[in-house]
């Protein structure tokens, strides 16, 4: 994940590209700042991880399912998040903010 730090990552870019991949059954569950808050939550996934720290050249393996799941529980905790933290739509989120990543590279 350390091309995400010599690549030019936008958020409001990523929210764009985001929501332009979200299926009609997700589209309108979520607000600009609700993506912006789950791509920050997989960032926080990514540094407990240690991507942050790996080398470019390193190879990650990425479990989207654990994203997901990561994401998703800590929504869920949070008392301030009034949004669908279900799996299933969590998921399209996150597996477009991957493929906004996948498009910096």
């Known amino acids: ?3 995400l730090e010599n690549s030019v990552y936008d958020d409001a870019e990523a929210v764009k590209f985001i929501k332009e ?9 979520y607000e600009d700042d609700d993506i912006v808050y789950m791509t920050d939550l997989m960032v926080e996934y990514y540094e407990r991880n240690g991507w942050l720290d790996a ?3 390193e190879e990650i ?3 989207v399912e654990d994203i997901v ?3 998703s529980n800590a ?10 933290t279900n799996p299933e739509s969590v998921r399209w989120v996150i597996e477009a903010e991957l ?4 498009s910096l590279a």
Do not use: T, W
Request: aromatic content about 8%.
């Open 69 to 71: 799941n990561y994401v």
């Open 99 to 102: 493929d906004y990543e996948e």
């Open 1 to 3: 994940m350390s091309e």
């Open 61 to 63: 393996d990425i479990d």
């Open 75 to 84: 929504c869920k905790k949070d008392k301030e998040c009034h949004f669908d």
């Open 55 to 57: 080398d470019a050249d």
């Open 21 to 29: 991949r979200l299926p009609q059954e997700v589209q309108g569950k």
